[in-house]
């Protein structure tokens, strides 16, 4: 006999756990499928805003991890290969693996976009960087650029003028569009400068990364540096739900806001949805709610 699980929980970024912690004090039956504990936010680095938390996004992933285990949270780490509806509710395969549930939330958040430029695959891991938490180390006293304009570019731009000689920051518009409290740090810091209104065209190098090639007003021009920091946004991973009919808005999951999409016992919560914070504490907060529908949706038979 399949065991049918009242919840799947897809992704185990903060909107995956915080629906988790949630589904096990309703008690309902969940699973949690996720490539890896944390997501995106494992990427983050200091947190500042974040209500009651200060630390790295890693260890902050860490404490949602414990506090999920204590409702006796189950876990499959693997890669989501398909998500179908069925009689029961819905299947998902992890490999030869399926699992079945009355109800699904996707917690799925997105991968990092690419530039698609000549170069960035080929020095990927030898300068080019998706990560300053993750890479900025291998930097310290030396040159790198960042490329984009929003929070993402201007976190790591901070960090990385922390331990690197000097930060470009290249942007393709001409006034950056991060909090203000971001661009407050960056502009007291000595060694950044924004390159305005340019276009990263080739990353270059022998072995490893030591230029960039921009197109700015002044015209092309190549930027010596040893290492590019990639940070322009990301594309929601949406592809398992091809097929089901789940309707989205401008590539992300459409939902209510109580977590609903169009597909009925399919709810959806996080970076991956249309809500238009994405933030750590907005997916968790998404969780919580997705989960209170989830539970009516299954117990009670509330649409
Ligand atoms: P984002 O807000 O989507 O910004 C992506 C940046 O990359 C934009 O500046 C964009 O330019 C640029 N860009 C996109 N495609 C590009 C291309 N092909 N070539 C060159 N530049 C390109 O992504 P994010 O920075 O990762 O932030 C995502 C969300 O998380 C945002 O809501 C952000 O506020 C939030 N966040 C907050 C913090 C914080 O400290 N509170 C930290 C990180 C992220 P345009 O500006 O021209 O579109």
Redesign the pocket.
């Known amino acids: 006999m399949v065991e049918i699980y009242d919840l799947l929980i897809l992704g185990a970024g903060p909107a995956g756990m915080s629906a988790a912690i949630y589904a096990g004090r309703y008690g309902m039956k969940t699973l949690i499928i996720g490539k890896e504990i944390g997501g995106t936010t494992n990427l983050a680095g200091e947190f500042e805003?974040y209500p009651g938390f200060t630390g790295s996004g890693i260890d902050l992933m860490k404490k949602f991890e414990e506090q999920v285990k204590t409702f006796g949270a189950v876990f499959e780490i693997g890669s989501i290969d398909k998500l179908e509806k069925v009689e029961e509710g819905f299947c998902v395969s992890v490999g030869d693996k399926k699992f079945v549930g009355s109800s699904v939330i996707s917690g799925l958040g997105s991968e990092r976009?690419k530039?698609g430029i000549p170069g960035e695959g080929k020095f990927l891991g030898k300068g080019v960087s998706y990560c300053a938490t993750c890479d900025g180390n291998f930097f310290r006293g030396k040159i790198v650029a960042v490329?984009?304009?929003?929070?993402?570019?201007a976190?790591a731009a901070i960090y990385l003028a922390s331990i690197c000689e000097k930060v470009y920051i290249s942007?393709?518009?001409e006034k950056m569009?991060c909090?203000p409290i971001?661009l407050e740090k960056i502009e007291a810091m000595k060694n950044i400068e924004i390159i305005y209104n340019s276009k990263?065209l080739e990353i270059v190098g022998d072995k490893n990364v030591n230029g960039l090639k921009l197109e700015s007003l002044d015209g092309a021009k190549l930027v010596d540096v040893d290492g590019v920091f990639i940070?322009?946004?990301?594309v929601p991973l949406t592809v398992i739900f091809d097929g089901l009919g789940v309707e989205l808005e401008n590539g992300y999951i459409k939902v209510d806001k109580e977590g609903r999409t169009s597909v009925e016992g399919l709810f959806a919560a996080g970076d991956g949805t249309n809500n238009p914070?994405?933030?750590t504490i907005t997916a968790a907060a998404d969780g919580v709610l997705a989960t209170r529908t989830a539970y009516n949706f299954v117990k009670l038979g509330k649409k």
């Open positions: 805003n976009r530039l490329i984009g304009g929003s929070d993402s570019a976190k942007y393709r518009k569009r909090e971001n990263p940070e322009v946004g990301s914070f994405k933030q």
